[in-house]
């Protein structure tokens, strides 16, 4: 007699399949490689542009630094050593006609009066001097 049931007899459908089917697998791999291989080139294309020569020139050296420092009583001090006024007025002018021009870096105790700073400041600017800082303790005591 013929027994009746699906493909393969009755055994195979009461059994789990063990097997993958890679066959979706193996056509979505083939899709994203048709896709690959035609993008691929588009991106290889680049928009052609015209950029700048650069010149490797040796970065200029740092420019000296003077310390002007003034104390409460209205002392100034030239890189540690004590001038007066005038005597900081010619050596400004000395040093404004340097090339590169130094930094005048000002150091001055809170209690300095104001009039001994904008008298510096004014022959600072009377000379030429270009640069000029204040420097400043950041942590309050």
Do not use: C
Not at 70 to 99: C, F, R, S
């Amino acid at each position: 007699m013929i027994a009746g049931g699906g493909i393969g007899g009755g055994e195979s459908h009461s059994r789990p399949m063990s097997e993958i089917n890679t066959t979706p697998l193996v056509d979505v791999m083939l899709v994203l490689l048709v896709i690959f291989i035609i993008t691929a080139p588009l991106l290889t294309h680049a928009v052609k542009i015209d950029l700048p020569q650069a010149t490797s020139q040796p970065s200029p050296d740092k420019p000296e630094i003077i310390d002007v420092a003034i104390d409460t009583a209205g002392t100034m001090y030239w890189n540690d050593q004590p001038v007066t006024l005038e005597e900081i007025n010619a050596k400004l002018h000395e040093v404004a006609d340097k090339e590169p021009q130094p930094e005048l870096h000002i150091r001055a105790d809170k209690e300095t009066r104001y009039q001994v700073l904008a008298e510096l400041m004014a022959y600072a600017q009377n000379a030429g001097v270009q640069k000029l800082g204040f420097v400043s303790d950041p942590t309050p005591k």
